[in-house]
């Protein structure tokens, strides 16, 4: 059965870090782009980056500068380091591929983690 099980948000003060990491399950995760998203209640979940299967990256504006995606193979494990936290990226943060031709994803949604940024 896949699965994704994230993990590493918390409470932290604008300007903080935390590092948000991913795990999945199976036997082809290494050939799959995989993507942080996030959503805030009443807002539609957004790609906020994504790493290709041969470690290429991307970011959208709000983040780029800020937070660095990553993936370890070896562990199934895919990280998001995110930097200089702002007010605005309080949101529950899951993970999953980019999504297919087909309008769906891979793997079914995890329970996701929360991050918290307020003083």
């Known amino acids: 059965q896949v699965q994704l099980v994230e993990s590493g948000g918390g409470l932290v003060q604008p300007g903080g870090s935390l590092r948000l990491s991913c795990v999945a399950s199976?036997?082809?995760?290494?050939?799959?782009?995989m993507g942080w998203y996030r959503q805030v209640p009443g807002k539609q979940r957004e790609l906020v980056a994504q790493i290709s299967s041969t470690f290429s990256t991307d970011y959208a504006d709000s983040v780029k500068g800020r937070f660095t995606i990553s993936r370890d193979n070896a562990k199934n494990t895919v990280y998001l380091q995110m930097n200089n936290l702002k007010l605005e990226d309080t949101a529950v943060y899951y993970c999953n591929t980019p999504r297919l031709y087909s309008g769906t994803y891979y793997y079914p949604w995890g329970q996701g983690t929360q991050v918290t940024v307020s003083s």
């Open positions: 199976g036997s082809i995760f290494s050939a799959l782009a």
